[in-house]
């Protein structure tokens, strides 16, 4: 899955997110520290999909 850039209603990036849903952080290493966290408790998920939908 890819970590995603979260905007707010006027357009400015607030956060960034692994996936779809979820904690947003303020950085897009750590949204992808998130990302290597669930692949390695065993997540085996298409990362093409969207996670927990």
């Known amino acids: ?8 209603a ?3 990036i607030i956060g ?3 996936g779809s849903k979820g904690k947003i ?3 897009p290493e750590e949204a992808e520290a998130q990302g290597r966290a669930i692949r390695a408790s ?5 990362d093409s999909q969207n996670y927990g939908d």
Do not use: N, Q
Request: charged share 25%.
């Open 42 to 46: 065993g997540w085996t998920g298409d």
């Open 10 to 12: 006027g357009g400015k």
């Open 16 to 18: 960034y997110r692994w």
């Open 25 to 27: 952080y303020k950085t």
């Open 1 to 8: 899955m890819p970590v995603i850039a979260v905007r707010s």
